[in-house]
C-alpha cells in the first residue's frame, strides 16, 4: 500500500526512464521505416487511438503507429516532433511540445502551442499559440472541444472552433485530462479526481473516485485510469471496476475505439483486451 506522502509524489513525479526498442541501432529512422531500424522512440508521452487495431504513440522523437501485433513505423512523415501533448477527435490530430531537430520551422519554436494534422500525422499546420506555449496535458471531445493545461500556469483552457480561439476556465493543477462520452471532463490532480460537468468552469470530486494519476477517455463510455497503486480502474456506470495492474509508473495510457487499453510501464509497450495483457514492445534491459 502507497503511503499518503507516496501518493503526492507518484501524482507529481515525471516518469524520465526511457524506453527504447529491443535490438535497434544508432541510425535516424527514415520516414514511417520500422522502427526497429531507429535508435528508438524515447519517452512515450500520449497514445491515442488509431482505428483498426491501431494506435499513435505520441514520442520525444516524433509519432509512431503500433499495431495489436506489434508492429511498429515511424515517425509518421518523419517528423521529429516531441509530442507532450496528444489527443484525437476522429480523423484530427491536436499535439503540443517542442520541434525536432527537422520538424517544419513553420510549426514554431521553442514551442509548437498547438498544431493540427488532417492526415493521421503526416503533416501539420500550425494553430495557436505558434512558438509561445506548451501543452502538456491536452485532450478533445467528441463534438471536437479542446481543453488543455499550459506548463507555464495551472490554467484550464478551452476551445469550441478548432483552437482558433480560447477562453479560461478554472484553475486546475491537474496532470491529465479526460473527456468522457457524456461530456464530464476528468482531471486527475494531487488532491484527488476532480470532475466538471459546465465545460471545465468548475470542478468538484468525482464520488467514491480512486486516486488516478492518469486519465483517459474510453470510447465504450467513461473513461479508464491509474490509481496510485498500480491498478487499471475502468468507470462503468457510477462504480469503478479493476481491469488489471500495471508494473511500476505508467508514463502513458490510451484506449483503443473497440475498448483495449495500451499503456507504457516498466514491462514496456503493453496491450491489454479483456483480462489478456501482451508485451509488444519490451523496456530496454539497463
Known sequence: ???????????????????????CSTTPAEPDAPASTAAGFGHVHGIVDAGGSTVLLGTHTGLYTLGEDGTVTGPVGGIDLDAMGLTATGDTLYASGHPGPSTPAELGAPNLGIIRSLDA??????????GEEDFH???????????????????????????QSWADGAELPAVDLAAATDGTLYAATQDGLQHSTDGGATFTPAPDAPVLYLVETDPTGGVVGVDTDGTLRRLVGTGWENVGTTTGTVQALGVTGDGAIVLVDDRGVVWIR?????????????
Open 121 to 130: 500525422g503526416a503533416s501539420w499546420e500550425p494553430v495557436a499559440f505558434t
Open 1 to 23: 500500500m502507497i503511503s499518503p506522502t507516496t501518493r503526492r509524489l507518484a501524482i507529481t513525479a515525471t516518469v524520465t526512464v526511457a524506453l527504447l526498442l529491443t535490438g
Open 274 to 286: 479483456d483480462t489478456t495483457a501482451t508485451v509488444l514492445i519490451p523496456a530496454a534491459t539497463p
Open 137 to 163: 496535458v491536452l485532450t478533445v471531445t467528441g463534438d471536437g472541444t479542446l481543453y488543455g493545461i499550459e506548463s507555464s500556469r495551472p490554467l484550464l483552457r478551452t476551445s469550441s472552433d478548432g483552437g
